[in-house]
């Protein structure tokens, strides 16, 4: 693990790091003003990024300075599709998801063609922009549904006394030490496999654009299969993708079906468990819940691509991936198994209800 892999890390374990306090800061600030924030100090990350000179400072603005201006953001957007939707919650949620696979994919070749013409300060800036054009717009469309609470600590631990969200914060705790595994290995897989340079420079942009629609899609069949059930469903299927399909790739042929399943059942997994808060805690601790469900976040987000790397480099060879894929596969498949516990706690035995 390089140390400027360990940037990428620290950003995806702030980026979720303002979780438990957010309820408190929400009672405190309008989210337009949180969102405010975060738009300059997100865009600011950036642009000092583009002057710096050692990785220390990479550190601080694109780790730390991005990382806690994405949080802030992140929730802001995250609780409003579940307090305005009840019926299509799923579909709405999905949908709100989706756009970090649109993100993903736009991002990815915009950022490529800017390093490639004009040089990466450059292209660190017009990220810069964007990200404040963009963090600008939702911070003027960002309006609560409901007052937030009073006399709120700072920071709230009720949920934490709630035994079916306790297993609904091990489901999001393993399951993003699981997620991103795939879009940080499956182009350097593309290369040990020796695939031509289109698969190997496109695979993690089709991945997202794939996830975009898989989170749309599964949302929507989860508000009339069940969400707890679409849950279920979506973390077996993407045990399975790994462990059956990307386990035995060789081909192109098999890594395009491995991105397909997983673009649309790993997707649709994060969806699904973001959706469940709601039914699991109750409208009244969404906020706190949902802070609390991606705080576990921050653990994966820090240590999963490095216990990955040190798996995958484990080998005689320096190249393992089977081991770093098999131990993804198991996670989600702990991931299902915690979604079928939470889904019998909260409606029976019964198979083919919809709960």
Known sequence: MTQLSWIGSLWYCLCNITGPFYIYMASKIDDRYMLAVACILSSLAMMLASITNEVWQLYITQGVM??????????????????????????????????????????????????????????????????????????????????????????????????????????????????????????????????DSFMRSNLSAIMSAIMFVGKISVGFAGDYVGRFNMAVICGLMACVAHLAVWTTATSAGSMWAFVILYGIFGGGYIAMITAVITEVVGIDHLESGTGWAFFAWCFGGLFGQPLASAIVESGSDGENYRGAVIFAGCLFFAGACASWVLRVIQGGWRVFKKV
């Not at 609780?79 to 019926?87: D, E, Y």
């Not at 998801?97 to 994919?105: I, N």
């Not at 600008?136 to 009073?150: D, E, M």
């Open 66 to 195: 991005s990382g806690v201006g994405a949080s802030l953001a992140w929730f802001s957007c995250m609780r409003g599709p579940q307090m305005w939707f009840s019926k299509y919650r799923g579909l709405a949620v999905g949908i709100t998801m989706s756009a970090s696979g649109a993100g993903g994919l736009s991002f990815s070749y915009i950022a490529g063609a800017c390093f490639e013409t004009i040089g990466y300060r450059w292209a660190l800036r017009i990220i810069g922009f964007i990200q404040l054009g963009l963090l600008a717009v939702s911070s003027a469309t960002c309006w609560r549904l409901n007052p937030p609470r009073k006399n709120i600590p700072i920071v709230d631990i009720q949920d934490l006394k709630n035994k079916k969200f306790l297993v609904l914060f091990f489901i999001h705790l393993i399951g993003n030490f699981a997620f991103y595994i795939p879009s940080g290995f499956v182009p350097s897989y593309a290369r040990h496999l020796e695939l």
